[in-house]
Nanobody, 129 residues
Framework: QVQLLESGGGLVQVGGSLNLSCVVTGRTYPNKNYNMAWFRQAPGREREFVATIAWHGKVQYYGDSVRGRTTISRDDPRNAVLLQMDGLKLEDTAVYYC????????????????????WGQGIQVTVSS
Protein backbone atom coordinates (compact mmCIF):
# COMPACT_ATOMS: atom_id res chain seq x y z
CA GLN A 1 0.00 0.00 0.00
CA VAL A 2 1.00 3.63 -0.34
CA GLN A 3 3.08 4.89 2.56
CA LEU A 4 4.51 8.30 3.33
CA LEU A 5 7.46 8.57 5.67
CA GLU A 6 8.56 11.94 7.03
CA SER A 7 12.01 12.64 8.39
CA GLY A 8 14.10 15.58 9.53
CA GLY A 9 12.12 16.91 12.45
CA GLY A 10 13.34 17.60 15.93
CA LEU A 11 14.33 20.51 18.14
CA VAL A 12 15.27 23.76 16.46
CA GLN A 13 16.03 27.19 17.90
CA VAL A 14 14.09 30.32 17.11
CA GLY A 15 15.44 31.84 13.94
CA GLY A 16 16.84 28.56 12.75
CA SER A 17 15.95 26.44 9.76
CA LEU A 18 13.98 23.29 9.23
CA ASN A 19 14.43 20.68 6.53
CA LEU A 20 11.84 17.96 6.23
CA SER A 21 11.70 15.12 3.76
CA CYS A 22 8.83 12.84 2.84
CA VAL A 23 9.44 9.67 0.86
CA VAL A 24 6.52 7.96 -0.82
CA THR A 25 6.53 4.21 -1.35
CA GLY A 26 4.06 1.71 -2.70
CA ARG A 27 2.78 3.72 -5.66
CA THR A 28 2.10 1.87 -8.87
CA TYR A 29 3.24 4.91 -10.81
CA PRO A 30 6.12 7.31 -10.08
CA ASN A 31 5.48 9.97 -7.47
CA LYS A 32 6.29 12.62 -10.08
CA ASN A 33 2.73 12.15 -11.35
CA TYR A 34 1.15 13.44 -8.12
CA ASN A 35 0.70 16.72 -6.34
CA MET A 36 2.12 16.71 -2.83
CA ALA A 37 1.55 18.78 0.29
CA TRP A 38 2.60 19.51 3.84
CA PHE A 39 0.25 20.27 6.71
CA ARG A 40 0.89 20.77 10.40
CA GLN A 41 -1.02 20.56 13.63
CA ALA A 42 -0.12 22.24 16.88
CA PRO A 43 -1.52 21.08 20.23
CA GLY A 44 -5.11 22.20 20.66
CA ARG A 45 -5.34 23.57 17.14
CA GLU A 46 -6.80 22.39 13.87
CA ARG A 47 -4.65 20.97 11.12
CA GLU A 48 -3.15 23.83 9.11
CA PHE A 49 -2.08 23.95 5.50
CA VAL A 50 1.64 24.66 5.06
CA ALA A 51 2.58 24.15 1.41
CA THR A 52 1.73 22.23 -1.72
CA ILE A 53 3.45 21.60 -5.02
CA ALA A 54 2.04 20.49 -8.35
CA TRP A 55 3.02 17.21 -9.95
CA HIS A 56 5.05 19.11 -12.58
CA GLY A 57 6.75 21.23 -9.94
CA LYS A 58 5.89 24.58 -11.57
CA VAL A 59 3.19 25.66 -9.12
CA GLN A 60 3.51 25.98 -5.36
CA TYR A 61 1.13 27.45 -2.80
CA TYR A 62 1.97 28.41 0.75
CA GLY A 63 0.01 29.07 3.90
CA ASP A 64 -0.21 32.66 5.06
CA SER A 65 1.80 32.04 8.21
CA VAL A 66 4.77 30.50 6.37
CA ARG A 67 4.81 32.29 3.03
CA GLY A 68 8.07 34.06 2.27
CA ARG A 69 10.20 31.87 4.50
CA THR A 70 9.23 28.41 3.25
CA THR A 71 10.08 26.42 0.15
CA ILE A 72 8.49 23.19 -0.98
CA SER A 73 10.29 21.21 -3.66
CA ARG A 74 10.31 17.81 -5.30
CA ASP A 75 13.00 15.15 -5.45
CA ASP A 76 11.33 12.89 -7.95
CA PRO A 77 14.22 10.42 -8.40
CA ARG A 78 13.73 9.62 -4.70
CA ASN A 79 9.92 9.83 -4.86
CA ALA A 80 10.23 12.52 -2.23
CA VAL A 81 8.94 15.96 -1.42
CA LEU A 82 10.98 18.40 0.65
CA LEU A 83 10.09 21.28 2.93
CA GLN A 84 12.52 23.97 3.96
CA MET A 85 11.47 26.61 6.45
CA ASP A 86 13.68 29.47 7.61
CA GLY A 87 13.31 32.05 10.32
CA LEU A 88 11.54 29.61 12.60
CA LYS A 89 9.20 30.98 15.24
CA LEU A 90 7.83 29.47 18.42
CA GLU A 91 4.46 29.16 16.72
CA ASP A 92 5.95 26.83 14.10
CA THR A 93 6.04 24.14 16.76
CA ALA A 94 3.74 21.37 15.54
CA VAL A 95 3.51 17.90 14.15
CA TYR A 96 4.19 18.15 10.43
CA TYR A 97 2.39 15.81 8.04
CA CYS A 98 3.12 14.91 4.45
CA UNK A 99 0.06 14.29 2.28
CA UNK A 100 -0.62 12.86 -1.16
CA UNK A 101 -3.72 12.36 -3.31
CA UNK A 102 -4.98 9.16 -4.85
CA UNK A 103 -5.42 10.72 -8.29
CA UNK A 104 -2.54 11.66 -10.54
CA UNK A 105 -2.14 14.73 -12.75
CA UNK A 106 -4.64 16.90 -10.90
CA UNK A 107 -4.62 20.30 -12.63
CA UNK A 108 -3.96 22.31 -9.48
CA UNK A 109 -2.48 21.36 -6.12
CA UNK A 110 -4.99 21.70 -3.31
CA UNK A 111 -4.65 23.54 -0.01
CA UNK A 112 -7.55 21.56 1.47
CA UNK A 113 -6.64 18.56 3.60
CA UNK A 114 -9.81 16.79 2.44
CA UNK A 115 -8.30 16.44 -1.03
CA UNK A 116 -5.49 14.22 0.23
CA UNK A 117 -6.16 10.57 0.92
CA UNK A 118 -2.68 9.43 1.97
CA TRP A 119 -0.93 10.79 5.03
CA GLY A 120 2.31 10.19 6.81
CA GLN A 121 2.35 9.47 10.51
CA GLY A 122 3.67 12.94 11.22
CA ILE A 123 6.91 14.23 12.62
CA GLN A 124 7.39 16.52 15.59
CA VAL A 125 9.08 19.88 15.14
CA THR A 126 9.73 21.87 18.28
CA VAL A 127 11.02 25.41 18.12
CA SER A 128 12.65 26.59 21.32
CA SER A 129 13.93 29.91 22.53
Amino acid sequence: QVQLLESGGGLVQVGGSLNLSCVVTGRTYPNKNYNMAWFRQAPGREREFVATIAWHGKVQYYGDSVRGRTTISRDDPRNAVLLQMDGLKLEDTAVYYCAAPVAAFRPAPSTDARDYEYWGQGIQVTVSS
